[in-house]
């Protein structure tokens, strides 16, 4: 049985298809169809995942028994309130923190550290050197990589700069930027890597209504232009629906799977529907409702 089905028969797992909700909870519509599930191999493959910190008193559990795949050119985002263990699982995709069971794998290879094929955006806009230029900042990741030389590395500096809108601000240093400009250079430093998977953990929750929007149309665009993997971190069920093409629910700490959602028919544009809206709640209920 694949993996897909065999969330699909789990009693507290629920599926959106082509916007249509199937749930076992009350006041949602329940639909007998099940989403399609590729046939290729997952690129990501997240099995049986249990997450623990060490507290000065005690054993912190983040997840418990977390599996998901993650297939090439997914916009994937982990959904779910604070404490649920998505930015764990984040960081346990990038090789930042070993699961305390379980395994995740990357193209096959079980992930043991940190790697160049997995690049995380942050959050906080202090990732950037602030004694280099932006293209500078770019192109120190792809040297210390020892992957390319120095031409190399400015030249696709240059080309993903372009494709963020900072051409023009090749030779300007982090502190004349805006949040948001700093936050396009924190991409293009992490896409000029060409990583297999980019990880992004909430990077534009400190943003502004205005400038969030603004960076999830510049995300899509960039998406459509290259087909990268993404990994993306959010609390916010409406970004969501509208970066995502699948995503992963998870229920309050410790974080466990409570729904699997095909979400490709949303947009940008379509987020006041009302199709969208009743798919919003429906999520909602979903995360915060204990009998779901």
């Given at each position: 049985m694949s993996h897909g089905l065999t969330l699909a028969f789990q009693a507290r797992t629920d599926f959106v298809d082509n916007g249509s909700l199937a749930a076992v909870a009350d006041g949602v519509e329940v639909s007998p169809k099940l989403p399609s599930w590729p046939t290729v191999e997952p690129l990501l493959a997240v099995k049986n995942v249990h997450l623990e910190y060490a507290t000065d008193k005690s054993i912190v559990r983040a997840t418990y028994d977390v599996s998901?795949?993650?297939y090439g050119a997914d916009r994937f985002i982990l959904l779910g309130?604070?404490?649920?263990?998505k930015s764990s699982l984040l960081k346990s995709v990038a090789g930042f923190l070993p699961p305390r069971a379980g395994s995740i794998e990357l193209d096959g290879q079980v992930v043991r550290k940190a790697g160049p094929d997995r690049v995380v955006v942050f959050q906080e806009f202090d990732q950037l050197a602030p004694w280099k230029t932006v293209k500078q900042n770019v192109m120190f990741a792809l040297q210390a990589s020892r992957t390319l030389g120095k031409?190399?590395?400015s030249e696709r500096a240059e080309h993903y700069l372009h494709k963020v809108g900072l051409s023009r601000f090749f030779n300007a240093y982090p502190h004349t930027l805006s949040g948001g400009m700093k936050q396009r250079v924190a991409i293009a430093r992490a896409m000029a890597m060409e990583p297999k998977i980019l990880l992004m953990d909430e990077p534009f929750a400190a943003l502004d209504a205005l400038t969030r929007r603004k960076m999830q149309e510049e995300l899509l665009a960039l998406w459509e232009d290259t087909k990268f993997t993404l990994m993306f971190v959010t609390h916010s069920i409406e970004e969501a629906l509208v970066l995502g093409n699948r995503i992963l629910l998870l229920s309050p700490h410790p974080g466990r799977v409570k729904a699997e959602i095909n979400s490709h028919q949303f947009s940008l544009d379509s987020a006041?529907?009302?199709?969208f809206q009743a798919t919003a709640q429906r999520?909602?209920?979903l995360l915060f409702n204990e009998q779901a």
């Open positions: 998901f795949n993650v309130p604070s404490g649920c263990g031409k190399e590395a006041g529907s009302r199709e999520i909602h209920h």
